[in-house]
């Protein structure tokens, strides 16, 4: 399977902490793009890190890519109850298809 | 406005019965998608059209077949329904289809067969 895995399944921090999520995959990617889905929603698109950077931010959010390991992180520095969601690695593995990682559950309490 | 939306947004129906899935985006994008999300929250692309031509053709049970009318709808109809079929249906779309592109998802649809 081109599956992604993310790590840790489930994270609970409280407000004002780091969390930190990783994700993993088989196949050679061109980009690797994060996603989030609040409870009940659609996802909604994070941040997208294409496979010659190794780092990339967006406001609170810090993705690193590693493309010899098949790994990224998604790093949300300052958690707020607002975060809660879960959270989702995306790879096209050399197409145009997106194949979404199994997600990493955050819960932030206040 | 909303730029991605599905209805139902809610679908309870009896094993062997047909149902379908409305999407329409307003966002003027090329390329509309149809994923599944299962109860463990694994989301899998089920099929792609492009100005509605037909790109990706996932492993998926003919009894699925999507229609696009018109680049700004994708409809996804379902027979002879299964108990498996349950699950939360997500449409998508994108400006051209390419692996860079941001796909924007509507709010699913809760299918349940019983």
């Known amino acids: 399977s081109q599956q992604g895995e993310e790590d840790p399944q489930a994270l609970s921090i409280q407000e004002g902490e780091n969390a930190t999520m990783n994700c993993s995959y088989k196949?050679?990617?061109?980009?690797l793009q994060w996603y989030r889905q609040n409870s009940g929603r659609g996802l909604v698109h994070l941040i997208l890190?294409?496979?010659?950077?190794r780092e990339k931010h967006s406001g609170r959010l810090r993705v690193t890519l590693d493309t010899s390991k098949k790994s990224s992180s998604l790093l949300i520095t300052a958690s707020r109850a607002a975060d809660t969601a879960s959270y989702f690695c995306?790879?096209?593995?050399?197409?145009?298809?997106?194949?979404f990682g199994t997600g990493t559950r955050l819960q932030v309490f206040p | 406005d909303t730029a991605v939306s599905q209805t139902p947004k809610y679908l309870v129906t009896q094993m062997g019965n047909d149902k379908s899935i409305k999407c329409e985006q307003n966002?003027?994008?090329?390329?509309m998608y149809w994923y599944k999300q299962d109860s463990k929250k694994f989301l899998k692309i089920m099929f792609s059209?492009?100005?509605?031509?037909?790109?990706i053709n996932e492993t998926v049970p003919n009894r699925f077949s999507p229609k696009s009318p018109d680049k700004a709808h994708l409809n996804l109809h379902i027979n002879s329904l299964e108990l498996g079929d349950s699950a939360v249906y997500f449409c998508?779309?994108?400006?051209?289809?390419?692996?860079?592109?941001?796909?924007?998802f509507g709010p699913g649809t809760r299918l349940t067969v019983l």
């Open positions: 998508a779309s994108s400006r051209s289809g390419t692996s860079t592109d941001t796909q924007y």
């Open positions: 196949t050679s990617i061109n980009n």
């Open positions: 890190i294409r496979s010659n950077e």
């Open positions: 995306a790879t096209d593995s050399n197409t145009d298809k997106l194949i």
């Open positions: 966002l003027g994008h090329d390329t």
């Open positions: 059209y492009n100005n509605k031509e037909l790109i």
